[in-house]
């Protein structure tokens, strides 16, 4: 099975690398971001792309770089809210990710996996949620979607869990491939 060969945005030049080199320059450039939002008042870093770009494999080189913690979203979060009610668990969102965020000392955490943040039963802005995190620790989260004119999409238009929200605050780092040689299954965001 051929390689799929992605397409890397480094310093606004476009290349075309190997599945490898283009997780380690991407993962470079989190670290090289990690480095910038330590002294903002919103000390976020999205790592934007499709599905099966490159970003996870990316967060866990740089959490194996840094030693800094790397959580599953969706897996740590469902097993905290699955205790709790369905009506108490959208009030129980931000104060539950708190905790697990908190479980670290590190002044940054490498979240993945947020697509329970999208659930609609749940009732939340995933970027409002991020923001918040990171007012008192950099937070690096992956985003499986697009950010195009400084507006990130997950999802398709008319799917429950589509959303379009304004980056303000953010720091952006871009994942993806070359166009059609992606492995994405679908949309971003998936059609659950």
């Known amino acids: 099975m051929a390689s799929a060969r992605r397409l890397s945005v480094i310093g ?15 993962a470079d450039r989190i670290v090289e971001m990690i480095d910038q939002a330590k002294y903002a008042y919103c000390r976020l870093v999205l790592v934007v792309g499709p ?19 790397y959580v599953s979203v969706s897996l740590e979060l469902s097993r905290r809210l699955l205790d709790l009610p369905a009506r108490q668990r959208p009030r129980q969102v931000l104060p539950l990710l708190r905790s697990i965020i908190g479980e670290s000392d590190q002044a940054v955490v490498l979240l993945d996996n947020l697509e329970i943040l999208f659930e609609p ?31 990130l999409t997950y999802a398709m238009p008319g799917h429950p869990e589509y959303l379009e929200a304004p980056v303000q ?9 070359v166009p059609g040689s992606c492995p994405t299954n679908g949309p971003p965001g998936g059609t659950r």
């Open 12 to 26: 606004g030049r476009r290349r075309v690398l190997s599945d490898g080199l283009a997780m380690s320059l991407l």
């Open 51 to 69: 599905r099966a770009c490159g970003k996870t494999a990316a967060l866990l080189d740089v959490a194996r770089r840094t030693g800094y913690p």
């Open 121 to 151: 039963s749940l009732h939340q802005r995933p970027i409002d949620v991020l923001k918040r995190l990171s007012r008192t620790r950099t937070i690096v989260a992956t985003w499986r979607g697009t950010v195009t004119d400084g507006v």
């Open 169 to 177: 605050d953010a720091l952006l780092v871009a994942s993806g491939l």
